[in-house]
């Protein structure tokens, strides 16, 4: 299926914006290189990896590492600095000032809303609704026929996020296939999946390039920040039509990820890298399994939320208390109840083994 009509959902001015041809972007080869300003070498580190360099504007070898990693064509790759930068790089390219829009589906995580914000874009809201899984799903009716209201800024975006921040569970794939069908066209659909890794890997969503190929309106948003254990790296990945690629490509800065961010992105992107991912992803599931049978335990906790990620969230009667009684012993878990559609509740990421015992600890009896 074509992906044409994408041009015609950008800003209409980025069709003719020429971005800026940075020495590196714009001629490569050579071996003396004077036509970037640099030094000849770093003088603090004499010995450094070409610190001296302005970095690639994409780095070839990282795009086709998460390429091969996800089961992907690296022109469907752009790197950025963390997945946090492509909502933001999406939301600019896209949506024009008030008269667009972003869809988001609230409770959901934050950074959809601020960053359209930020823009100036409106933000439409259509909240999840109470599902059989004990948790909330997409009310795809309800998106659909805000999608279509012409009274309104048009939506251009449509963030889901899946597994769910702040809830923890999958987004049914039944429901995102039927979105994605009935967006046509209209929007793009961006599926944030910060936390694929944790999820089932006979999941729908985990080999996405099978729905890429079906469904061009499609953008998916990955990261090394969390299963890959690489937050303070700022490394993440908009994955998508080539169409889209070279859209955002002309929003993204020019020197977008610093060389020991694409270095360490690289290695942990190597055969030995995704092992030992995939094993501290093991131990992490292992963790939440022994968080779930305490939690089991305390007359205090009003629902576990269903998680198929690296963090649990349960309803309890005092937030406020339980999360203060915490960081008096020190440690750190996050209130969520001003999430909107959400009662009291809180968040808890799981950690190391020795971590955790330090949170049974601390716990309310
Ligand atoms: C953590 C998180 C991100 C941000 O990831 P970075 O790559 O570190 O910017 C994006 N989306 C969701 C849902 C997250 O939980």
Not at 114 to 132: E, K, N
Not at 203 to 219: M, T
Not at 237 to 266: C, H, N
Request: glycine share 6%; with cysteine; net charge negative.
């Amino acid at each position: 299926m074509s992906a044409e009509f994408v041009n015609k959902l950008q800003r209409q001015h980025l069709a003719e914006l020429v971005p800026y041809q940075s020495a590196r972007r714009s001629m490569s080869g050579g071996s003396t290189w004077l036509n970037a300003n640099e030094a000849p070498l770093t003088p603090a580190f004499p010995e450094a990896p070409e610190w001296n360099r302005y970095p690639s504007f994409q780095n070839a070898a990282l795009n086709q590492a998460y390429a091969d990693y996800a089961g992907l064509k690296s022109e469907q790759v752009l790197s950025c600095r963390g997945s946090d930068e492509a909502i933001d790089l999406l939301i600019r390219a896209f949506c024009e000032p008030v008269n667009d829009a972003v869809m988001i589906t609230t409770p959901t995580y934050g950074m959809y809303a601020i960053s359209a914000a930020t823009q100036g874009a409106a933000v439409a809201d259509c909240p999840l609704i109470a599902s059989a899984d004990n948790s909330l799903q997409l009310d795809v009716a309800s998106m659909l026929q805000r999608l279509r209201d012409p009274q309104q800024p048009r939506v251009k975006l449509i963030f889901v996020c899946s597994p769910s921040n702040p809830l923890g569970n999958l987004v049914d794939s039944g429901a995102l296939e039927q979105l994605l069908a009935g967006v046509g066209q209209q929007a793009l659909v961006v599926l944030d999946q910060a936390y694929v890794e944790f999820i089932e890997q006979s999941s729908a969503q985990v080999q996405i390039s099978d729905w890429l190929a079906r469904y061009p309106q499609l953008v998916v948003l990955r990261t090394l920040s969390k299963a890959f254990g690489l937050a303070g790296l700022r490394c993440g990945f908009a994955i998508g039509q080539p169409e889209v690629m070279d859209i955002l490509r002309k929003v993204i800065a020019p020197y977008p990820l610093p060389e020991p961010t694409i270095s360490g992105a690289t290695a942990a992107l190597s055969a030995t890298g995704i092992q030992s991912m995939q094993a501290q992803v093991a131990a992490t599931l292992e963790q939440r399994a022994r968080l779930l049978e305490v939690l089991q335990n305390k007359a205090w906790v009003e629902k576990i939320w269903p998680s198929a990620t690296n963090f649990v969230l349960i309803s309890v009667a005092d937030a406020p208390a339980i999360v203060q009684q915490c960081q008096q012993a020190g440690v750190l878990i996050r209130n969520q109840s001003s999430q909107p559609g959400l009662s009291p509740c809180v968040r808890i990421s799981i950690g190391s083994a020795e971590e955790m015992d330090r949170l049974f600890e601390v716990l309310p009896a």
